[in-house]
């Protein structure tokens, strides 16, 4: 699995926006993706995780009516909506996959074997 990160950028607060995960090597739907974020000078935190097939889903709390996690499993593509976001929500985003939590997807980022290229989302107030 190669994954690449895309769809960031900068949004005003109260915006919204979508992040996408694709897997160059076609084979995403044999994983549990998770979506991290990391600032400068913190440590990566966890956003959301979907099994692969997108029926368990999993969010941080402080993300939970605001982001939504999908799988599009004719596509092997990943996604991170995020509505109503907040300058404290910018940061570097993550997708992640992991094959052993395929259908139980796992919050501790130590678990995810892949991980793709970040991509920035910018929320100005």
């Known amino acids: 699995v190669q994954l690449q990160a895309s769809g960031g950028g900068p949004v005003q607060a109260g915006g919204s926006m979508r992040l996408s995960c694709a897997d160059s090597?076609?084979?995403?739907?044999?994983?549990?993706v998770g979506w991290f974020r990391q600032t400068p000078g913190n440590e990566r935190e966890f956003v959301a995780a979907?099994?692969?097939?997108?029926?368990?889903?999993y969010y941080a709390d402080s993300m939970k009516g605001r982001f939504t996690i999908s799988r599009d499993t004719f596509k092997n593509m990943a996604y991170l909506d995020m509505n109503n976001l907040k300058p404290e929500d910018t940061a570097v985003y993550f997708c992640?996959?992991?094959?052993?939590?395929?259908?139980?997807?796992?919050?501790?980022?130590?678990?995810?074997?892949?991980w793709g290229e970040g991509t920035l989302v910018t929320v100005s107030s």
């Open positions: 992640a996959a992991d094959r052993d939590t395929v259908t139980n997807p796992a919050r501790n980022q130590d678990l995810y074997d892949y």
């Open positions: 090597a076609r084979s995403l739907n044999r994983y549990a």
């Open positions: 979907a099994s692969w097939n997108g029926l368990a889903r």
